[in-house]
T-cell receptor, first 113, second 118 residues
């Protein structure tokens, strides 16, 4: 079945450091790929998305590129802020056999001032 | 986008009792889902709430334990029945497929209902 694997956390960075959170997937068909973010005490919200190969999703300084050849969707940000501290979930949504979203395990990010 | 309201936001329950969580979406949506998120863990899909018919449950989840209703395109309930401490978790309602807005596969989430079973 479909699956999402993302790097384990927690990840601790200093403010203005470069961030990469790796995410790879396995899927039949052509899924859409997402990064969701969960701030402390809140529900999940969409950070960015890409619906086909080579698409780049971007939002709030974060970027991720849909790489079909490596089945990856790594999240990057050039300069993190304390306010970026949260849990980040990589996810795929597939319509093969019905609409279903599969989430990765989540990566907790701590950014120190 | 869609705004999802869940209630209760949190509750403390006694073993053996049942609790119903309500989920209201401010727009008509084609799909609604219920997830469970245990502390520090990822999201696990419990079921897809189908309007006017029985919910579709994922492996490991059954209707007797987690009955779900979805009477219309904006509202759903999840009941956690005969609770035990192992049911302590955050339960998240989500929705996709805004009516008339196309379907990008994005999920919208409520803030969750944190249940503690003693």
């Amino acid at each position: 079945g479909d699956s999402v694997t993302q790097m384990e956390g927690p990840v601790t960075l200093s403010e203005e450091a470069f961030l990469t959170i790796n995410c790879t997937y396995t899927a039949t068909g052509y899924p859409s790929l997402f990064w969701y973010v969960q701030y402390p005490g809140e529900g999940l919200q969409l950070l960015l998305k890409a619906t086909k190969a080579d698409d780049k999703g971007s939002n709030k300084g974060f970027e991720a590129t849909y790489r079909k050849e490596t089945t990856s969707f790594h999240l990057e940000k050039g300069s993190v802020q304390v306010s970026d501290s949260a849990v980040y979930f990589c996810a795929l949504t597939s319509n093969t056999g019905g609409f279903k979203t599969i989430f990765g395990a989540g990566t907790r990010l701590f950014v120190k001032a | 986008s869609a705004v999802i309201s869940q209630k209760p936001s949190r509750d403390i329950c006694q073993r053996g009792t049942s609790l119903t969580i309500q989920c209201q979406v401010d727009s008509q949506v084609t799909m609604m889902f219920w997830y469970r998120q245990q502390p520090g863990q990822s999201l696990t899909l419990i079921a897809t709430a189908n309007q006017g018919s029985e919910a579709t449950y994922e492996s490991g989840f059954v209707i007797d334990k987690f009955p779900i209703s979805r009477p219309n395109l904006t509202f759903s309930t999840l009941t956690v029945s005969n609770m035990s401490p192992e049911d302590s978790s955050i339960y998240l309602c989500s929705a996709a497929g805004l009516a008339g807005g196309g379907d990008t596969g994005e999920l919208f989430f409520g803030e969750g209902s944190r249940l503690t079973v003693l």
